[in-house]
């Protein structure tokens, strides 16, 4: 049984920097794939990164050089540091985890069998 819970979502204004984080409990997450999902209202919900099997860090195109995926296996947690927000980033933000997933599933949010709960990110002017 895994629990995870994402914190650090706000408003920004166009160029902001915020800070997601996820707490994972019930069992040690180092080895398991952790991702990030976001999803816009009415939108699919939408690959933003994620890290192999605790390992090789992945980036979709349209967020790659804005945003930072790691993890700190002394806390459990995996953390997504964003900049340069733009209005496109503005979305419900999904913390995923899966223990078995392959490289080529990562990027389909289907493929994950625990999620969180979502926080909310704003980027407005």
């Known amino acids: 049984q895994v629990q995870l819970v994402e914190s650090g979502g706000g408003s920004v204004q166009p160029g902001g920097s915020l800070t997601l984080s996820c707490a994972a409990s019930g069992r040690t997450l180092n080895r398991w794939t952790m991702a990030w999902f976001r999803q816009a209202p009415g939108k699919e919900r939408e690959f933003v990164a994620a890290?192999?099997?605790?390992?090789?860090?992945y980036y979709a195109d349209s967020v790659k050089g804005r945003v930072t995926i790691s993890r700190d296996g002394t806390k459990n947690t995996v953390t997504l540091q964003m900049h340069s927000l733009v209005s496109e980033d503005t979305a419900v933000y999904y913390c995923?985890?899966?223990?078995?997933?392959?490289?080529?599933?990562?990027?389909?949010?289907?493929?994950?069998?625990?999620w969180g709960q979502g926080t909310q990110v704003t980027v407005s002017s």
């Open positions: 995923a985890a899966d223990q078995g997933i392959i490289l080529s599933s990562i990027w389909t949010s289907r493929n994950y069998d625990y």
């Open positions: 890290i192999f099997r605790g390992s090789h860090s």
